[in-house]
């Protein structure tokens, strides 16, 4: 059965009307929203963690080092592997449509071990369009397209260019097996809501609003916020899991309707920032919790 809600966010979000569809890749969510004064976000110290001190695992050793590019964005390696995408039937919060199901990705990968900061998004679009200005926040007012012309422009730098390197978002199946990292959990810190706490921002801790990166503990690969802050989007279109087994999956195609994972500092509750769960957006989506990481594909 088609569920449809209406919901209408704080006032800091200005004028935002909310229709959200569950449908059988996730919850869909179309927004109109009038602009609203820009504004700065509370000043804290924060710094980025050092990304020497990021510590990776055996597995991740051997698929290859730490990489940081002309920008300064840290990219930690991802090894092949296989894992179950989805969520099992026993899972607390479980959707209907995350239909467990074997996915194996034949190819290792450099992940961004943050999500793309406000000031890295300028010096390479010339332009911020986050609601809250601050340089290490994630930036946010970015659309489908948005973050795949960032990826296309950082890759036509000339320091990128000459390092043989190229950049794309993550397939949706990438972005989960890089969120669990070799767990089977709700979470990637287990199944202990209380423990999320200390890894991710939404709405029980961000006091309605975005965070600097990198100020919770990172996950297993050196991965920070894949839970909560902003949603991150995926290259893929929407569509309902097959059960059956699958290798490098991604969809495409030129629906307006895109895939974003990880849930933000808005989702009202813990289940909305599970490893598993899924949410849809038209491609033209700009919302105060919507931003992106990305994947550094080498020419080696």
Known sequence: MLVVRRSFPMAFFSILATVTIAVGCGEFTTASSQPSPEVSAPTVSASIPDWKQISLSDEQNSAGAIQVNSIEMVFVPIPAGKFIMGSLPTDDFRQEGEIPHEVTLTRSFHLGAFAVT?????????????????????????????????????????????????????????????????????????????????????????????????????????????????????????????????????????????????????????????????????????????????VRVSAT
């Not at 309605?208 to 991150?232: A, E, S």
């Not at 929407?238 to 087994?245: D, I, R, W």
Request: charged share 25%; net charge negative; glycine share 6%.
């Open 118 to 294: 406000q000031e890295q998004y300028e010096r390479v679009m010339g332009v911020n369009p986050s609601e809250k200005k601050a340089p290490l926040h994630p930036v946010e007012q970015v659309s489908w397209d948005d973050a795949v012309e960032f990826c296309r422009r950082l890759s036509e730098l000339p320091a990128e260019k000459e390092a043989g390197c190229s950049y794309r978002l993550p397939t949706e199946a990438e972005w989960e097996y890089a969120c669990r990292a070799g767990t089977t959990t709700i979470y990637s810190c287990g199944n202990d809501e209380s423990e999320l706490l200390q890894f991710a921002w939404f709405y029980t801790n961000a006091n309605r609003q975005t965070h600097p990166i990198g100020q919770k503990r990172p996950n297993r690969w050196g991965l920070y916020d894949m839970h909560g802050n902003v949603f991150q989007w995926c290259q893929d279109v929407c569509a309902e899991y097959k059960s059956e087994p699958a290798t490098d999956p991604i969809v495409t195609g030129d629906s307006d309707v895109r895939l974003a994972r990880g849930g933000s500092w808005f989702c009202p509750s813990a289940q909305l920032v599970r490893s598993a769960f899924r949410h849809a957006f038209e491609r033209s989506e700009k919302s105060g919790y919507i931003g992106f990481r990305v």
